[in-house]
């Protein structure tokens, strides 16, 4: 885990509650806050409640009421986990580490496609800017960054890069994964067979911190800021980001789902 977490949670909350004009937040929130949060929380409508709901928050932060705020969604999903674990003892396809027995599916019609491919449209919609803030700083790296872009201005876009997709994975792990993993091999954290969702995080993860650290240094002043050193960080851990961005999307698609889920327990899963 990186220690700017609740840094990032912070910053998205004052953002969720003004009119903000930072375009790295933008095209996050842009996206339907009824169902999206925060760089991918995974808060479903039916859970959220209104800070004034709790009687102890009066003299919180806006931080801590965020955090209070996850905390009730978390035991909410830990609730709805144990009864998709119930209804999918019968429903259930394959148990935890076993692979989904392959047979003739019928064709989907374009309700039940675009029913069962919902959770891979909302990830894309987050992976897209992640892969397109990406590009900006590694482009920026190789080439030049635009004119009109200070170096400190260059280093606060990558510094939210690195929170933003810590924050992401944070959330997937705690609260939508755990879902995934009841039917799912790839996201089973424990799978030595497969889990291979959980061991793209821990592969980014490692490159991530050390391109963090560089970028907070750089911009501290702790340490010359040398492009070629920025772009050897980012490089060490390019591919298997960009595999995971793109395989986290396929496993969500629609003919995968439709392996492991009915449609009634796809409607319980909340992003």
């Known amino acids: 885990m990186l220690g700017s977490s609740r840094l990032t949670a912070k910053t998205l909350f004052q953002a969720l509650t003004s009119n903000t004009q930072n375009t790295t937040l933008r095209p996050i929130l842009s996206?339907?806050?009824?169902?999206?949060?925060?760089?991918?929380?995974v808060l479903h409508k039916r859970f959220w409640r209104p800070i004034g709901a709790y009687s102890s928050t009066a003299a919180m932060s806006d931080e801590d009421k965020l955090c209070e705020q996850v905390k009730v969604v978390a035991k909410d999903n830990a609730k709805m986990l144990n009864a998709i674990s119930k209804d999918g003892e019968q429903s259930s396809q394959a148990g935890p580490g076993q692979e989904v027995e392959e047979k003739p599916l019928p064709k989907l019609t374009a309700a039940e496609f675009k029913a069962y491919n919902r959770l891979a449209v909302v990830m894309d919609q987050y992976h897209n800017h992640f892969r397109a803030t990406w590009t900006e700083i590694i482009t920026g790296l190789r080439k030049s960054r635009p004119k009109n872009q200070s170096l400190r201005q260059f280093l606060s876009i990558a510094q939210g890069f690195c929170r933003m997709l810590d924050t992401h994975h944070n959330i997937e792990e705690s609260?939508?994964?755990?879902?995934?993993?009841?039917?799912?091999?790839?996201?089973?954290?424990?799978?030595?067979?497969?889990?291979?969702m959980i061991a793209h995080h821990r592969q980014i993860h490692k490159g991530l911190e050390k391109f963090e650290d560089y970028v907070n240094a750089c911009k501290s002043g702790e340490k010359d800021f040398v492009a070629s050193d920025m772009l050897e960080l980012m490089e060490s851990f390019e591919k298997v980001l960009w595999q995971h961005l793109d395989e986290e999307v396929q496993q969500l698609g629609a003919e995968n789902m439709r392996k492991y889920w009915t449609l009634e327990e796809l409607k319980t899963i909340p992003m």
């Open 175 to 196: 609260y939508f994964f755990p879902i995934l993993a009841k039917k799912m091999p790839a996201f089973q954290k424990h799978n030595k067979e497969h889990g291979e």
């Open 31 to 41: 996206l339907p806050i009824a169902t999206n949060f925060a760089a991918g929380l």
